[in-house]
C-alpha cells in the first residue's frame, strides 16, 4: 500500500544545533513529495517539493531536502535550528487515487512535532 | 493573493448536534479538499472537488458527513450527528496545480 512514514514523532534540539527529519515513501512510481510545516493554530504551510531532477531542494526558511531512492527517503534537513523553528512538521506523497479517475491525492506522515531549546 | 478562508476558527458541541463548516478557496483554484486531522495524526483527505464534482470521498464517513460546492467556489461541510470521535480540526485546501495551499482549520470539539 502507498504509504508515507515518518518515525520520529518528537525531536527535540537546541537553538544553533543541526537537524534532520526523517520521512520514508512506500510506493513505486517516480514520487512526487511535499515537506509541510504546522505552526500551533495554523494551517500548513509547504516548506519545499521535490518532483524530479536534482535530488537536494532548496525550501524557505533555510530548509533542504535529500530525496534517495535507493533508501525510499526524503528527509528533511537545517543547518542551523532557530527557536521559531519549533512545529509540527509533516511529510507527505502525492499518489495516484485510486478512486478518482486519474486525480491524485496527498497522503500524510503522522508528523515529527519538534521543540527548540534556547 | 488572499488565501484559504475557513469559518468558524473553533467549534464546540455536544454529540448527536449537527456542525457545518465554510471554506472559500484561493480564486481560480478549481481543486479543492477537506482533511480531517485528528490529535497526533497528519491530514487525512474526507473529499476532494474539481471545480462542482466529487472525484474522491472513499474516505468520508458519508452516513454522517455531507459536504457541497455549488457553483464550484466555496465549500461546505457538514456534520450529522456528530460523534466524540470526530473531534479534530477540518482543514480545507485548494489548488491550480500540484501545489496545494491550506485555510488555517476548524477545530471542532465535540463533548
Known amino acids: 500500500a502507498q504509504s508515507v512514514t515518518q518515525p520520529d514523532i518528537h525531536i527535540t534540539v537546541s537553538e544553533g544545533a543541526s537537524l534532520e527529519l526523517r520521512c520514508n515513501y512506500s510506493y513505486g512510481a517516480t514520487p512526487y513529495l511535499f515537506w509541510y510545516v504546522q505552526s500551533p493554530g495554523q494551517g500548513l504551510q509547504l516548506l519545499l517539493k521535490y518532483f524530479s531532477g536534482d535530488t537536494l531542494v532548496q525550501g524557505i526558511k533555510g530548509f533542504e531536502a535529500e530525496f534517495k531512492r535507493s533508501q525510499s527517503s526524503f528527509n528533511l534537513r537545517k543547518p542551523s535550528v532557530h527557536w521559531s523553528d519549533a512545529a509540527e512538521y509533516f511529510c507527505?506523497?502525492?499518489?495516484?487515487?485510486?478512486?478518482?479517475?486519474?486525480?491524485?491525492?496527498?497522503?500524510f506522515g503522522a508528523g515529527t512535532r519538534l521543540a527548540v531549546h534556547p | 493573493e488572499a488565501g484559504v478562508a475557513q469559518s468558524p476558527r473553533y467549534k464546540i458541541i455536544e454529540k448527536r448536534q449537527s456542525v457545518a463548516f465554510w471554506c472559500n478557496p484561493i480564486?481560480?483554484?478549481?481543486?479543492l479538499y477537506w482533511y480531517q486531522q485528528i490529535l497526533g495524526q497528519g491530514p487525512k483527505l474526507l473529499i476532494q472537488?474539481?471545480?462542482?464534482?466529487?472525484?474522491?470521498d472513499s474516505q468520508l464517513p458519508k452516513d454522517r458527513f455531507s459536504a457541497e460546492r455549488l457553483k464550484g467556489v466555496d465549500s461546505t461541510l457538514k456534520i450529522q450527528p456528530a460523534k466524540l470521535e470526530d473531534s479534530a480540526v477540518y482543514l480545507c485546501?485548494?489548488?491550480?496545480?500540484?501545489?496545494?495551499?491550506f485555510g488555517p482549520g476548524t477545530r471542532l470539539t465535540v463533548l
Open positions: 472537488f474539481q471545480n462542482n464534482g466529487v472525484v474522491d
Open positions: 480564486s481560480g483554484h478549481a481543486t
Open positions: 507527505a506523497g502525492w499518489v495516484l487515487s485510486m478512486f478518482s479517475g486519474g486525480y491524485n491525492k496527498l497522503i
Open positions: 485546501a485548494s489548488s491550480f496545480a500540484v501545489e496545494q495551499f
